[in-house]
């Protein structure tokens, strides 16, 4: 490859690796708080919201799931979805963390995105649900618009997987694996 062939090859890839996430194996994700709306919480049959900031990751094993307020967003990693409500993780020891990023909804469906949010928050009242009405957990851990990206946090709230874009079955298979293996050696 000659000198000219490879500055443009790599004139072509840094664009891309400038969107790349910035999680990194083995520490925390960078620090941000959403405060307006953030945790959606379910008591006494009524739904209200609390600010929320990834400080509060720690202490459970769990998987975060950041995804645009569209349907296509939530589809992109609906099979490891499924494979984790189908393992019957303890919850206890897990959770799963869903925030929605109600800013990169298709205009005009927000009412819809909110009612699908609670609707689960219903169906799944130990998983815990945030919605990003400003987009800042996107914008801080540098995620794609109109993405689902996955991170496998261990107890002590460290990234132990992350990938922006949908999983293949081979990851899908890698995560449940890890979580158990999580869950195996982080006893109550």
Do not use: C
């Amino acid at each position: 490859m000659t000198t000219r062939s490879l500055a443009l090859a790599l004139a072509l890839l840094l664009p891309l690796a400038a969107n790349a996430h910035n999680f990194v194996e083995g520490q925390r994700v960078a620090p941000v708080g959403v405060a307006d709306k953030g945790e959606l919480l379910w008591q006494h049959d009524e739904f209200s919201y609390q600010s929320w900031n990834s400080a509060q990751l720690a202490g459970k094993v769990r998987v975060i799931q950041h995804i645009a307020g569209r349907s296509s967003a939530k589809e992109k990693n609906a099979p490891l979805i499924e494979a984790i409500k189908a393992a019957q993780l303890p919850h206890d020891r897990y959770q799963t963390t869903t925030i929605v990023n109600t800013d990169d909804a298709i205009p005009g469906t927000g009412m819809f995105v909110r009612s699908s949010i609670e609707s689960n928050k219903k169906q799944y009242p130990w998983s815990q649900f945030i919605v990003d009405s400003n987009g800042v957990v996107k914008k801080s851990w540098k995620l794609e618009d109109g993405g689902s990206a996955i991170v496998v946090l261990d107890k002590l709230g460290e990234v132990r997987f992350a990938k922006d874009g949908a999983l293949t079955q081979d990851e899908v298979q890698q995560v449940m694996g890890l979580l158990h293996q999580l869950l195996k050696t982080s006893p109550n």
